[in-house]
C-alpha cells in the first residue's frame, strides 16, 4: 500500500440532481498534506467509474480551487452508468449504497517533500459525506388529532436566532418515491434539497420541511386521506416551535406532492402565502377556491394527465377572475435563457403564472419520450430553475 500508514482511510461523497442521488466524488485521506500542484488524475483508478478531476484539499470535501491537504479529492463523472444511488426507472426505483474501491496506482508528491508510494490493493470506502442531506434532521410526527404518525425531514437555517422570524418551505414528493425509509424525499430530486442548499440560504435564509409519506395520499379521482390534515398539522407544529413567520409558509410538491398542495390550498386556504406545483392535477370542477392564490406552475406538454387537465385548471381560475400569465419554455434551456424567460412571466405581475416545458425538450437522451417520462422529467427540470424559487419567497400574507 501507499508507505505504511499514509492512507487514512476513503469517504465516498454524494450530490443530489433533478434524477436523484449520485455518487460523484471520493475523498481519500492521508497523514501528511499532499503536494496540490504535483498530482495528477492517473495517479487513482477508481472501480467502474470515470475520473474527471483531481486535487488535494484540507478537507474531505469537493472544492472549486485545490489547496495543499491531507486529502486527494477524486471527482467522478456523474454519467456514469453506476454513479446513481437513487433512480426512477419506470415503475422500479434503483437503490445503492455509496461505496466505492479506490486504488492509487502511481507515487504521489507530499507537501512535506517526501514521496506516497503506489498502493498493492484497491480500497473500499468506509465513510460517506452527503451534502446538504445530511444537514436536515430526520424526526418523526404522531398527530393526536388523526393518529396518524409520519416521518419529516427538517433544515434549520445554520444561523438560526430565535430573536428573528423565517419562512418556511413545505416540499411534499411524488407517489413513486413512497417509502418508510425518511430520507427518501431526500434523494430523489430537487425538490426537497435545492432550498436548503448553500446558494439558497444565502439569498433566503428559511426553514425546509420535507415530510415522507410510507403510503400514497391523493388519488386521481382527487381524494386525500387523513395523512393530508396531519401534514397541516406538522406545518403548524414546527411553526409554533421555531421562530416562523407564518405569513411567509410556502407549499410546493411534484406530481402526488403537487396534488397534495392543491387539496391543502382548497382546504386551509389560509395557510399558505404561495405555492409551486410541479406536474400536478386536481379536478378541475373543484378548483374555484384557488382563483385568488398567488402560485407557479410547471407541467409538459408531453404529460398527457396533468398537461390538458392544468389547461382545464387555468380556464377555471380565470372565468372565475383571476390574470394568469402563460408561456411555453425550451426544457433544455440554459440557466440564462431560463432567466429571459422567467422575466417575460414575471413582468406581467399576476399572481398565477403557468409554463409548460415544449413537447420534445423534456425527456433526456436515451428515454423513450413517453408520457410517463414527460410527466417525472418535469420535476427534474422544474426545481433547477432559480428565479422561480425566488418568486416564491417574494411572496407573503401581508
Known amino acids: 500500500m501507499a508507505a505504511e500508514g499514509s492512507l487514512k482511510g476513503v469517504t465516498a461523497i454524494t450530490g443530489v440532481f433533478g434524477d436523484g442521488q449520485k455518487l460523484v466524488a471520493v475523498a481519500v ?3 501528511r498534506a499532499i503536494d496540490h500542484e504535483k498530482l495528477v488524475t492517473d495517479a487513482f483508478v477508481v472501480e467502474g467509474r470515470t475520473i474527471t478531476r483531481t486535487y488535494a484539499n484540507t478537507k474531505a470535501a469537493t472544492a472549486a480551487v485545490g489547496a495543499n491537504g491531507r486529502f486527494v479529492i477524486i471527482e467522478l463523472s456523474s454519467a456514469d452508468e453506476t454513479a446513481a444511488l437513487y433512480a426512477a426507472v419506470r415503475r422500479d426505483v434503483i437503490r445503492r449504497e455509496a461505496k466505492v474501491a479506490v486504488s492509487q496506482v502511481k507515487a504521489i508528491a507530499a507537501a512535506d517533500g517526501t514521496s506516497i508510494a503506489a498502493g498493492g490493493v484497491p480500497v473500499m470506502s468506509t465513510a460517506v459525506s452527503n451534502p446538504i442531506v445530511d ?6 410526527y404522531s398527530d393526536p388529532q388523526t393518529g396518524d404518525s409520519i416521518g419529516y425531514n427538517l433544515f ?11 419562512p418556511l418551505v413545505l416540499f411534499m414528493h411524488d407517489a413513486g418515491a413512497t417509502s418508510d425509509i425518511v430520507m427518501t424525499t431526500l434523494v430523489q430530486g430537487l425538490g426537497a434539497i435545492s432550498w436548503a442548499s448553500p446558494q439558497d440560504q444565502a439569498k433566503h435564509e428559511a426553514f425546509v ?3 415522507q409519506f410510507a403510503s400514497q395520499v391523493v388519488n386521481d379521482q382527487s381524494e386525500a ?3 393530508l390534515d396531519t401534514t397541516i398539522n406538522l406545518v403548524r407544529k414546527i411553526a409554533g416551535e421555531y421562530a416562523i ?11 402526488g406532492g403537487a396534488m397534495m398542495t392543491i387539496a391543502m390550498n382548497i382546504k386551509y386556504p389560509d395557510v399558505f402565502a404561495a405555492s409551486y406545483l410541479v406536474a400536478g392535477q386536481w379536478d378541475p370542477a373543484k378548483v374555484a377556491p384557488l382563483a385568488g392564490h398567488r402560485m407557479w406552475v410547471v407541467v409538459s406538454e408531453g404529460d398527457a394527465k ?4 392544468e389547461n382545464a385548471m387555468m380556464d377555471v381560475y380565470e372565468k372565475e377572475g383571476a390574470k394568469v400569465s402563460r408561456a411555453v419554455w425550451d426544457g433544455t434551456s440554459s440557466p440564462a435563457a431560463f432567466t429571459a424567460a422567467f422575466d417575460a412571466v414575471d413582468a406581467k405581475g399576476n399572481g398565477i403564472n403557468y409554463v409548460a416545458l415544449k413537447k420534445g425538450t423534456v ?5 423513450e419520450d413517453s408520457p410517463g417520462a414527460n410527466h417525472v422529467n418535469t420535476w427534474r427540470i422544474a426545481y433547477s430553475i432559480d428565479e422561480i424559487r425566488d418568486w416564491i419567497f417574494r411572496q407573503t400574507k401581508s
Open 225 to 227: 386521506t387523513s395523512l
Open 209 to 211: 420541511l420535507a415530510p
Open 306 to 309: 396533468a398537461y390538458p387537465t
Open 135 to 140: 444537514d436536515f434532521l430526520q424526526r418523526e
Open 245 to 255: 413567520d407564518t405569513n411567509r409558509l410556502y407549499a410546493t410538491g411534484q406530481s
Open 29 to 31: 485521506g492521508y497523514d
Open 156 to 166: 434549520i437555517p445554520k444561523a438560526y436566532d430565535p430573536q428573528k422570524s423565517y
Open 363 to 367: 425527456v433526456p437522451p436515451g428515454q
